[in-house]
């Protein structure tokens, strides 16, 4: 799957055979589109391309009149805008030209320069190298790494038919005193378990509660603990962006949550009760999480994103894969602190950054706390609030939900009913990895209490595309006293 496109600006495509230099070049790796007459340049905006490849000059379409060569310049300039990185290739380099550029205001984020004759000695070497693959690559991931870097997306590169495989963890719940005693110094055991099995994930999923409530000190253990599980699972040093998480219930800090319920005497130097609380720092309480988000990730985004820290991840988009945030303790309050729910707003901003046509090939992995079984019906409010839920599924086009919460595995697909979408969605919600049977949940097909575990998801790939197949293979892996072993 050729998963980028490149718009090619060029008045030599067809007078100077050129076209045929950049399909030998780049038509291997990329999806090629052209302007290949000044009265298609109004036809850039319209032409969806993830990078373009501009000639500096172009007389051809213009004349021999400097003037009009740069107003023409400008006016292409001016038409790709902050659309994608822009490689500006040209057989005239001058310090005229080069003014033209200076002159523009940045107005592109031009990536790479080159002379004309380096495509045309590309082209040769192509035509009588046996090593072409090598060739290629030398421009094309140059290529590649400047569309992924514009895209913020990650700049490790993954095999066309490599799989993608996610550790998946819920439910640590740092500083709660129901942590299993036999879990202890379980980061070590499990990343040699990992190795010892072949398994080397590529994602670490944290779907909520990785603290118990949302303190310091518990937020100190999980960084501590989680980056020395990082270390021994991910064959590699930078690993902060393949760590992947949402908050759970115990995340939110409830002192944190309810400032509004109280005011400051500055006459008296003490709080008072707040008779009218207006929820303006009920967002406050996830402050905590953002904190430890940041510390895993390092990912700065987590302070500038909504405060409902429910948004899309693209980093890895050209592997296939889009992950989707879902905090479903957003409207979780010291007055309803077992609501589970979502806005409107949050959801309705999530639409609004997806771009439906490029969700053919992607496979969309959901992220959140709580399953179907908890939005469905609140325990506080009985409200049904499954079915806004489900239409975000549907409408997202998502593939896997991956959840927690109740402690213990769970495995199903969508609701042939539900929606178009849904029915070939695969639902799983991993056991927690902690906590001691007083907090888990009952195998009611074995008549006996779950034991503490964790799920790998492999994910198979094709031509560059993860496959959507129901027989995705989901490995559940139950922990027992200091034993691993396959539960499924």
């Given at each position: 799957m050729k998963q980028y496109t490149l718009l090619v600006i060029d008045d030599g495509l067809v007078s100077e055979n050129r076209k045929a230099e950049y399909e030998t070049i780049l038509g291997p790796r990329f999806q090629l589109k052209y302007i290949e007459s000044g009265s298609q340049i109004g036809e850039i905006p319209k032409i969806k391309a993830d990078a373009y490849i501009l000639?500096?000059?172009?007389?051809?379409?213009?004349?021999?009149?400097?003037?009009?060569?740069?107003?023409?310049?400008?006016?292409?300039?001016?038409?790709?805008?902050?659309?994608?990185?822009?490689?500006?290739?040209?057989?005239?380099?001058?310090?005229?030209v080069v003014g033209w550029l200076n002159n523009s205001n940045g107005k592109?984020?031009?990536?790479?320069?080159?002379?004309?004759?380096?495509?045309?000695?590309?082209?040769?070497?192509?035509?009588h190298e046996d090593d072409k693959e090598n060739l290629h690559v030398s421009i094309s991931l140059n290529i590649e790494k400047e569309i992924n870097k514009f895209n913020n997306r990650d700049l490790t590169t993954?095999?066309?038919?490599?799989?993608?495989?996610?550790?998946?963890?819920?439910?640590?719940?740092?500083?709660?005193?129901?942590?299993?005693?036999?879990?202890?110094?379980?980061?070590y055991s499990l990343a040699a378990f990992l190795r010892e099995k072949k398994i080397y994930p590529d994602f670490l999923c944290l779907t909520g509660d990785v603290t118990f409530k949302g303190e310091l000190k518990e937020i100190?253990?999980?960084v501590h603990w989680i980056n020395t599980l990082c270390k021994g699972i991910f064959p590699f040093e930078n690993y902060k962006s393949r760590?992947?998480?949402?908050?759970?219930?115990?995340?939110?800090?409830?002192?944190?949550?309810?400032?509004?319920?109280?005011?400051?005497?500055?006459?008296?130097?003490?709080?008072?009760?707040?008779?009218?609380?207006?929820?303006?720092?009920?967002?406050?309480?996830?402050?905590?999480?953002?904190?430890?988000?940041?510390?895993?990730?390092?990912?700065?985004?987590?302070f500038t994103i909504q405060n409902d820290l429910c948004f899309i991840n693209d980093r890895f988009l050209h592997w296939g894969v889009r992950f989707i945030h879902l905090n479903s303790v957003v409207e979780q309050s010291w007055a309803s602190p077992k609501?589970?729910?979502?806005?409107?707003?949050?959801?309705?901003?999530?639409?609004?950054?997806?771009?439906?046509?490029?969700?053919?090939?992607?496979?969309?992995?959901?992220?959140?706390?709580?399953?179907k079984e908890d939005f469905e019906i609140n325990e506080d409010d009985p409200t049904q609030r499954w079915g806004k839920i489900r239409n975000v599924i549907d409408g997202t086009r998502t593939n896997l939900f991956l959840y927690g919460h109740r402690h213990g595995f769970n495995t199903w697909y969508g609701?042939?009913?539900?929606?178009?979408?849904?029915?070939?969605?695969?639902?799983?919600?991993?056991?927690?990895?902690?906590?001691?049977?007083?907090?888990?949940?009952i195998d009611k097909q074995n008549n006996r209490v779950q034991n503490r575990g964790f799920s790998v998801i492999t994910l198979k790939r094709e031509n560059g595309a993860v496959k959507k197949s129901r027989d995705l293979e989901i490995a559940e892996y139950e922990v027992s006293g200091a034993k691993i072993s396959r539960r499924n």
């Open positions: 000639d500096m000059v172009l007389d051809g379409w213009t004349g021999n009149r400097k003037k009009d060569q740069q107003n023409l310049f400008i006016e292409v300039v001016d038409l790709i805008g902050a659309r994608g990185p822009v490689i500006l290739v040209s057989s005239r380099w001058s310090p005229e592109i984020a031009v990536c790479h320069f080159y002379e004309w004759a380096e495509f045309q000695d590309m082209a040769k070497r192509l035509q993954k095999d066309q038919d490599e799989s993608i495989t996610i550790l998946h963890l819920s439910d640590l719940q740092f500083g709660d005193k129901l942590t299993d005693l036999d879990s202890a110094f379980l980061q100190e253990m999980a760590i992947l998480l949402v908050p759970g219930n115990h995340d939110v800090n409830m002192v944190l949550n309810a400032a509004d319920t109280v005011t400051y005497n500055f006459s008296t130097k003490k709080l008072t009760s707040n008779k009218t609380p207006q929820k303006q720092f009920q967002s406050y309480g996830l402050l905590p999480f953002k904190e430890l988000a940041y510390a895993l990730t390092q990912d700065p985004s987590w609501k589970v729910d979502i806005p409107e707003s949050a959801i309705e901003r999530i639409y609004k950054s997806l771009h439906i046509h490029e969700q053919e090939d992607l496979y969309t992995i959901l992220l959140s706390h709580h399953g609701d042939n009913e539900e929606g178009t979408y849904i029915k070939h969605t695969k639902f799983h919600r991993t056991a927690t990895l902690m906590l001691n049977e007083k907090a888990r949940e």
